[in-house]
């Protein structure tokens, strides 16, 4: 393996420490969650953190992007972090503002009106990550992976300990020690806003701890170079727009299309969820993402760039399949960390799967137009993707419900991802190894389905079996790819 790719394994891994250990932390919540909350009670905190990624894109508008592009030019690099930090917080605090002003009616509007303080939670948590999400940026480009990785992981290590101390602490104490001191911040009236409230103070001290990397800086405010950025950002505005709503928009939906005696805030909470299982998925992708971005654009005039390219698409490709069987193959284990009133949409999980796989390629594929400044393409690629998503939703949940969201996501991103490679092939061809590609997706298919055939009684059995499997997809990757050699 090359040294810019052992390289951008040993930052992915580094990014992964921080992703997945925070990640497998914050999950152990989801198990707390669905046992401390029914159903529907829990489909309030999966919808209200849906809209928090479209604010969140809302908010940042591309400008994480626009830092890696042109902060890349280490004599204006001030200038340009100091331009978008200030952007960001009169955007951040405009919308806390506005928030404040039309609070009542938004509430309103969302079903909220008993619990408006839910919504300026919920936008307070938003303006923060957006503001700090330039930070953590400049630590990415700078190689600060650890410094990164610790900080991330401190946020959730809070975030954790705050949920067990208001959900499972203090009610505990209000039965056994009324009189405790540790009640005094609390009220039990509050519920499920505590998840809420418990991310926000989170994101506060999260906040303090990076301001030495926020004004370690010489600030100097550029207002045409802030507009160049903007220009550049602004298409990966409404690319992020459209992609949450692939992403997201079927959590919105499911509240207002799932007929009423069906329960649709139950059945929100059920697929909330079990998306929660294909959380291995997700983790890799984003670690993936944190350490790509700023490589491609790092390695982007070496003279075998896309070959680069191609290389850790292929490896992406691989790992995530070993995610999709080890999930898959172990389900029957993994299903334990939701309650078993959730266990109805398993069905979904391994169409999420793939869905998210899917996305981590479409992801690769589409490097091709930030690095030629043809951000344009990424807002068209995701508009078209949330049209599909738009359709395929309105015409699949009154019939499925959230197994017709299901397979909307995973046709959304397929389609994205084939229309992003051949866009790609024109404007910037990558020697991608496509037939590759599809012989280990079909590969891993095929291994997934005659698990299922072969399936024993014995659940000893099962894992046994599967087991066999997953090793055999291991030593027929190991074989043809010669990973004794990549080692080296």
Sequence with gaps: MSSPLKKLAGQTAVYGLSSILGRLLNYLLVPLYTRLFAPEI??????????????????????????????????????????????????????????????KPIAIALDYQANSEYILWIGLIVALDAFISIPFAKLRLQNKAWKFAVLKLFNIGITIGLNLYFLVLCPKLAVTNPDSFLLSVYSPAIGVGYVFMSNLIANIITLLMLLPEIFNVKFCFEKSLLKKIIIYSLPLLIAGLAGMINE????????????????????????????????LMTLFIQMFRYAAEPFFFNNKNESNARELYAKATKYFI????????????????IKYFID?????????????LLANLFLGIFFNFSIWYKLNDMTKYGAYLAIFGAIITIVLNLILIPIYGYVGSAWATLICYVSMTLLSFYWGQKYYKVPYNILNAVFYILFALSLYFLSIYIRPDSQNLVYVVNS??????????SIKEKVWLLLK
């Design 42 to 103: 829990y489909g309030i905190v999966t919808e209200l953190y849906a809209y928090v990624t479209f604010l969140l894109i809302l908010l940042t508008y591309g400008m994480e992007t626009g830092f890696f592009r042109f902060a890349q030019d280490k004599n204006i690099f001030d200038k340009v972090y100091s331009s978008i930090l200030v952007s960001l917080s009169l955007t951040s605090t405009l919308f806390i503002a506005l928030l404040i002003i039309f609070l």
């Design 248 to 279: 997201t928009l079927d959590r919105v939906l499911l509240k207002h299309l799932v007929p009423d005696n069906l329960n649709p805030m139950e059945q929100l909470g059920i697929y909330g969820a079990n998306y929660k299982l294909a959380i």
């Design 318 to 333: 691989i790992c995530g399949l070993l995610i999709f069987l080890g999930v898959m193959f172990y389900i029957d284990f």
């Design 340 to 352: 078993v009133d959730y266990h109805e949409g398993l069905k979904v999980v391994p169409i999420l």
């Design 468 to 477: 066999g499997l997953f090793v055999v997809f291991i030593a027929v990757f």
